[in-house]
């Protein structure tokens, strides 16, 4: 146990150090859904109004926040496991899977990694809940913070499972376009399943990232419609589980 936390926390550590060493990457993961937000959303804004059960008449910059933080979460947390590919490339990754450590732990240490830096990018967007006209309360912020982590860590094992048999760094971005923007597209975070046709809400349904969205929106926008906050969680945490039980299966097949 003790070898498997210090390599997944050493491995976790370099995420967020090779994080903050790139700043055009800081800046470009939160600039980019920043202006897609605000831009969409007052285009928008005064034409469009939707109800979400406990939630009424929201315009569209209210509703489109919790959307955008889950992209925000998607994107960081996918594109963060290119550095399994530049790891590889580089030797490194070749000489982490010969160490005494647990295979589980690199796969720990990069959804860990991953999930931190999604969550704290995420959670920079509750500024804007008030200046939209949305009040925070704590239990609101303590319940997105519990959808963001799950949701951080299911698509950052979903990135590990992809990253991982990419042979390059540009067929991981092609195969992670054609995936990531019909996840996001088909949450809820752009348009509400309700009034969806039956095979698009049936769609949705299936889509975890769809589960994250409607946390977001009870939590912070005290929305009642769709599924339940406790019905979100426990899709989010399956959807985290199943994740990284197949990373860790790969992973360990894989013989370097």
């Known amino acids: 146990m003790r070898a498997f936390f210090l390599a997944a926390g050493t491995l976790a550590a370099r995420e967020l150090t090779r994080f903050a060493r790139q700043r055009n990457r800081v800046i470009g993961a939160l600039a980019t859904p920043l202006l897609f937000w605000f ?3 007052a285009g928008l804004g005064s034409s469009f109004r939707v109800n979400l059960g406990g939630a009424e008449g929201l315009n569209y910059l209210q ?5 955008t933080m889950a992209l925000v979460c998607l994107f960081t947390a996918i594109f963060s496991t290119i550095s399994v590919i530049e790891d590889r490339q ?3 990754l070749q000489a982490v899977l010969v160490s005494p450590a647990p295979r589980s732990a690199v796969v720990a240490g990069k959804m860990v990694g991953g999930t931190v830096l999604a969550v704290g990018q995420s959670v920079l967007f509750f ?3 008030p200046m939209v006209g949305v009040p925070l309360t704590a239990g609101g912020v303590a319940a997105a913070l519990a959808v963001l982590v799950l949701l951080g860590l299911g698509l950052t094992g979903l990135g590990l499972l992809l990253a991982w048999t990419s042979e390059s760094v540009q067929g991981f971005h092609a195969l992670m376009n054609l995936i990531l ?3 996001w597209f088909l949450s809820g975070a752009v348009f509400p399943s309700a009034g969806a046709p039956r095979w698009l809400a049936a769609a949705m ?3 975890p990232v769809t589960y994250g969205v409607h946390g977001l929106h009870r939590a ?3 929305a009642t419609t769709g599924p339940s906050l406790g019905a979100c969680l426990a899709v989010m945490a399956l959807f985290a589980v199943v994740m990284g039980a197949a990373a860790t299966a790969l992973v360990r097949r894989d013989r370097g």
């Open 39 to 41: 831009f969409l959303g």
């Open 63 to 67: 509703f489109f926040l919790p959307g």
């Open 90 to 92: 580089a030797g490194f």
């Open 127 to 129: 500024i804007f809940l």
């Open 181 to 183: 923007m019909p996840l």
């Open 205 to 207: 349904a299936a889509n």
């Open 220 to 222: 912070l926008l005290g």
